[in-house]
């Protein structure tokens, strides 16, 4: 009988444990697991009207601010700076270097290898023929890449790539084919905006080989050659399976022969590169175009493994970076690390509410800010300065790779919120330009110690002062200023009082003179500051009363011809009068008493931004894709007109950026466009870097709690909340600061960094 009733005992218990004991929970998406490195990565397609293209992101693995990004290149030329478009159809190999975003012509990838099968090609191949090179075809289907980590089946061959990567060093997984001629091939020259001009490889072992690639404008790269990258990459390689039937292929390039952007991806240099003369089994190689390989036979399914360290101080720097980052060969494990260095780099943002896919946006936001400024120090420390020469950090990382013209804007404001430390960083980097340069000023774009000169202003100062007035300050605090001065002295509108024929430079000069007063005053030196918000003024120069907006003057003090507000050119940088007028961030005031006063200013606001096209892709008003007008949503605070500011900054979060590879409607800049998600999505935004003050806007979350960091500040939380936030209700119909009612739409920094609570009561 007992036997009989035990199942119904038995039952009876467990149904009764079940309603006492708390089931386990179902583990939530973590927030690490939402980047999606496809969001942006396009440089032209569909809809690509204007002459800047979308995204121009790179899908590969990569660390927080490491040295390697190992990505997949698709096209070595046109304007395709991170190497790879999602439209392309076709994929030449994977490189150890890429820059993220870039609008001119891109430079690195570089160190490009390649798992081929069958014939050896030494030339890249066509697109539409890849069988005539080493490029294989793929396909969107069998691709797929996350944190650290990037996946696809090159269809030419069926062999599996696998890539990721640590700070200082990457790896590559192959799984070929059974196939008595399977290889890996290195093209050693191969660089994204044209060559590397001179090569050299050394075998230093049955595993393992060495050497530089020699990058000189002569080889087109940054600008085509126009922004002076000058470079050696340096790498330690080592295979798996050990070198036996190895080689090196050697172009004979003529010395008078063109090796730039256009040049180098043109049939005749691709038909030279086809007839490379072949050399077996040499212990080391130098020349002006050659490339490595290493053939073996593989069994059905075999993997192949490659790692390298990258430096570009010195081959015994690449070879300590493989050992410190890479020291064997458990590709899963490098997986799982550079991944939790991604988890712990998100960790400062918590967000709750809205969709799977803001949140998705958000963190691939977060992840794109955290590219750039890239360490370009070994892990001893050791790094090439703007003197050439080799250096030591024993204090910070040293930096590369400032996009200040996109920068200064959003992606600086933010990283001083969440990555302090590494803004100190490039200020002792810029520092160290400026010093060892012997220019005495900084950098407007620097890349790889190079003061290229791209686009326009002094955005170094604007960062530096930021970071100052909000105590980031571990750096020689004398010379930030000094170089500070020396830069908005040697770039400015002193002279006439106005830049002639430039608005763009005019506005932008005018607001780091403002800058640097703020500086001088903070360093007790009223004499300069006052001459310096003296000069800030400067923008009023060329208001003309008579079109009601700035309008650029020539050299003899006349205005130059008048074509409308917007109408591209007239003095205006990648844009027009209309959307370069705005940039009067430190003088909102004095800009709505030129316009006329607040009615006036209001209707200029309201035209400007109801004119733009749904899909906010390039346009002649408030152009998102483009850096100009960046600030602009948000001077509606400024003037009264706060819904506005809360209305246009949700609806260009949710139409301006995607999840998909036309995620970005342009360029990233760097950083820039998504830093400016990020902020916009959590609530806050400054107009004016320098001033310490973040202009308050409709958050896209419930809640946004911040981790502040423990150094810099008090290690507290920050938490924003939106109350009855949805779609609908976009608008801030009360606010709270610390329990105290809030009636202003801005806070200050140390608002923020001191902890605490921002409440917001949204509605319709």
Known sequence: MVLKYTPIILTLSMFFLSCNVEKPKVDEKSKVDYINPFIGSVTYGEKSEDAHGFGKTFPGAATPFGLVQLSPDTRTGGDNGSGYSWNHTTIEGFSFTHMSGVGWYGDLGNFLVMPTTGKLHTAKGEDDHPEAGYRSRFSHDNESASAGYYSVQLSDYNIKAELSAAPRAGILRFTFPKHDSSRIQVDLSRRVGGTSTEQYIKVENENTISGWMKCPPEGGGWGNGDGGGDYTVYFYCQFSKSLKDYGVWSVDVPENMVRKRVQVTGKEFQELVSKATIHKNPKEFAGKHIGFFSNFATKE?????????????????????????????????????????????????????????????FYTAMYHTMIDPRAFSDADGKYIGADKQVHESKDFTYR????????????????????????????????????????????????????????????????????????????????????????????????????PKSVSK??????????????????NKPELAQEYNQRSLSYRNIWDPEVNWFRAKDEDNNWIKWQGKTKHGQGCTESNPYQQGWFVPHNIADLTNLMGGKDSIQNQLNHFFEQVPDDFLWNDYYNHPNEPVHHVPFIFNEIGLPRQTQKWTRQICEKA?????????????????SAWYVLAAMGIHPINPGDNKYQITSPVFNKIELQLDKEYYNGKKFTILAHNN???????KSMKLNGENLDRYWITHSEIVNGGVLELEMGK
């Open 301 to 361: 399914n075999e993997q192949v493994l490659v790692k390298s360290g990258i430096s570009f101080v010195s081959v015994a720097g690449a070879k300590l970076n493989l050992e410190s980052d890479i020291p064997d060969w458990d590709f899963d494990n490098v997986t799982k690390n550079a991944k939790s260095l991604w988890a712990d780099a998100l960790n400062s943002v918590n967000t709750e509410g809205a969709t799977e896919r803001d949140r998705e946006i």
């Open 400 to 499: 590369t790779i400032f996009s200040g013209w996109d920068v200064f804007r959003s992606q600086f404001p933010l990283q001083t919120i969440i990555n302090p430390s590494l803004v100190n960083d490039e200020i002792n980097s810029l520092i160290q330009m400026a010093e060892l340069s012997d220019k005495k000023y900084f950098p407007r774009w620097e890349f790889l110690n190079i003061y290229s000169g791209c686009m326009l202003g002094n955005p170094a100062v604007s960062v530096v002062v930021d970071a100052y007035e909000k105590g980031i300050r571990n750096y020689d605090i004398e010379k930030a200023f000094e170089y500070s001065k020396n830069s908005v002295d040697t770039f400015s509108n002193r002279e006439l009082g106005f830049t």
């Open 506 to 523: 005019t506005l932008e000069y005018a607001y780091t003179d403002w800058c640097f007063g703020r500086f001088a005053t903070s360093m």
């Open 726 to 732: 949805s779609k609908e209700n976009i608008y801030i």
């Open 657 to 673: 950026y995607g999840t998909d590879a036309f995620g970005l409607c342009g360029n990233e800049d760097v950083g820039q466009m």
